[in-house]
């Protein structure tokens, strides 16, 4: 899947374009991926649990995305946007019970622009990157066993990107009875550029390279120069990749960044894709 397209912010257009694909080894693509240009909200989600189980996670946190009624406030569009995850969440677990109990989840990574400002929610490893002033930042942090021990200082990053247990993540939609949802705020301004992506692309592309793509493709095929290296690199897993971008302009008023989690209480859960 490929597409680009245009949405308007207050102040400045924003320009994106996106690809998913399946990949050099996985009989199937147990991510997926979607656009709201009319929200402003674009999203990456990737399955676990075999490639039937995947896909129907991943498209279940999709689809109740694309459920958001198209006339909705702006105000309210975050936490109507956490709202839907959070059905997805219950009819995952529906469907892993009929399943016979089956191991069914997904990640998921947000990124909503409005007002100046970008929100970011998240659960699980899929990532959201800030490209701006030619510097990268990593806006989320993985629900990951190898992320916690860094954390916590047992690994340096490099020695957690190589950890047997990579792949191991401790938070995901429809995986535990309850789910909790991280949040990060921060300003906007023209000439940024954003990255969501599953970790398809980030096994293979680290920061230096990720950098490398961002400053200097331009818009309409940067996702498809981000897939196409993955692939170069091996392409084991499912890669997604949406990259929007914020165009020069007017400056936009926003808000202080600002780091908060969403939380609805319980346990943790694990599971590996």
Known sequence: MRGNGMAEAEGAPIRYSMRTDVGKVRAANEDAVIDLPEHQ???VSDGMGGHKNGAYASQTVTAELGRLPATLPA??????ARDAVLRAHGEILEESARSGGATIGATVVILLISAGHFACLWAGDSRLYLFSDRQL????RDHSLVADLVEAGHLTDEEAEHHPHSNVITRAVGVGEELEIDKRIGRVKPGDRFLLCSDGLTKYAN???LAEVLATQPIENVAEHLVEFALEGGG????S???VDVAE??????LMDDT??????????SGEH
Not at 75 to 80: A, C
Not at 260 to 269: K, Y
Request: glycine share 10%.
């Open 41 to 43: 909200l674009w999203a």
């Open 75 to 80: 105000g309210e569009l975050m936490q109507s």
């Open 137 to 140: 930042q990593r806006v989320s």
């Open 207 to 209: 920061d230096a390279v």
């Open 236 to 239: 084991a897993d499912n890669i």
């Open 241 to 243: 990749v949406i990259v």
């Open 249 to 254: 302009g007017d400056p936009m008023s926003g």
């Open 260 to 269: 908060e989690r969403t939380v609805i209480p319980g346990p943790r859960p």
